[in-house]
Structures are given as C-alpha cells and as structure tokens.
C-alpha cells in the first residue's frame, strides 16, 4: 500500500476549530467527529465508498447553525486531498460515476486538473434533513472544489426522497475521486499536455 498520499490539515476560526486526517490509498476507515451528525453520516459513508481513510475532529458554533462547521470542514478537506494528490503524477485525473439511491439517481464528474469550479444541476428536494439544511450540501461541494482546485460536477437526475439524493451524491463524489485519484500504470508522468497540472 502506498502510505505517501496523506495529508493533515488544521484550521482554527472564531467560528470552528478542525483538525483533518486523510490517507488516499486506505480501506475506507473513519473517525469522524463533528457536531453535525447528518455530515457524520455523509462523511462516514463517502470515506467507505471512496477506500479513504479519514479522521475528523472538528467543534463550531453550532448553536447558531450548521454553516460555517460544514463549510469549513469542506475547506480542510479540499486541501488535504490536493496535499495528498503531490504532483499528481501518475493519477488517471478523471472519475465519472453514477450512483443510485432507492429512488434518486445522482453523477459525479471530476477532473483533478488543477481548474477548481462547480457545476450544480437538478434538485436537491426538500429544505431540510432533519435539523440539516440541506442548501449547506452545495456551500460544502463549492468548498472542497475550490480548495481541491478540481472541476466538480454533480448532476441529480430525478429522486424524490431528499436523504437519498444526498447521499447518493457523496457516495457518487466518493467513487468518482477514488477513480480520479489512482495511479494508473499507463500514465507516464503528469497526465496533462502542458507538463504541469
């Protein structure tokens, strides 16, 4: 097993206080521990399906709401993927999965070329998971893409069941960055025309 490809990363605010973990060639191991237990479970379930190993210890001011623990747990883990990836050399870049939940249908694509943007289309269902809100799911994607400088698109095709969409998204984030980030014997260098990504 590689053991190269991790990372830490520490980010401390008025707001929240993170400390990030993240290992890209593991088995899919978690310790998440955030006070956002709809994100613990999505974070749970992307590290599992994605075969990372992550470990989250992050506090926020949560008594005011969900925003700024999710968005900057987004940030952190952003940067502790693109840490990881180094050079990228040798990686296949690209990942695209389709992922079903029950009754939702959710895509990934990513390109791990160093051009961050996020690309957004369909409908997340209803406002809230519980005591989540669920607009926080596009502030955490629209993070970790900038900070992961990927270009990120996620596409819900139809689902009417807003736990299922969710999830079947990050399991779907999960897949394609795995897929994204493997090195791939074939790949000679860094996989890109300009000699650099």
């Known amino acids: 097993m590689n053991d190269t490809r991790k990372a830490t990363v520490k980010r401390q605010t008025g707001e929240t206080d993170i400390e990030l973990d993240v290992r890209l060639d593991g088995s899919g191991q978690s310790d998440i521990q ?21 470990r989250v210890q992050a506090s ?3 008594e005011i709401d969900d925003h ?8 952190c883990l952003g940067q502790a993927i693109k840490e ?22 959710a895509q990934v694509v990513i390109d791990l070329g160093n051009r961050p943007h996020l690309e957004f289309r369909g409908d997340i ?4 998971v519980g005591a989540f809100d669920t607009e926080l799911v596009h502030e955490f994607l629209w993070k970790f893409a900038v900070e992961a400088r990927m270009n990120l698109h996620v596409i819900v095709h139809y689902g009417w069941n807003t736990h299922h969409i969710i999830e079947a998204i990050f399991k779907a984030l999960a897949r394609a960055l795995s897929e994204a980030a493997e090195i ?10 300009k000699g650099m990504l």
Not at 84 to 94: H, S, W
Not at 125 to 128: D, P, R, S
Not at 184 to 193: E, F, L, M, N, Q
């Open 34 to 54: 955030t006070p956002v237990p709809f994100l613990n479970h999505m974070l749970d379930l992307f590290t599992k399906h994605g075969q990372l190993d992550v």
């Open 60 to 62: 926020g001011d949560v």
């Open 68 to 75: 700024h623990t999710t968005e900057d747990i987004g940030i």
């Open 84 to 105: 990881a990836l180094g050079d990228k050399t040798g990686i296949r870049r690209y990942g695209t999965v389709h992922i079903p939940m029950d009754d939702a249908l």
């Open 125 to 128: 269902g209803a406002a809230k």
């Open 184 to 193: 791939d014997p074939r790949v000679k260098g860094i996989p890109s025309t």
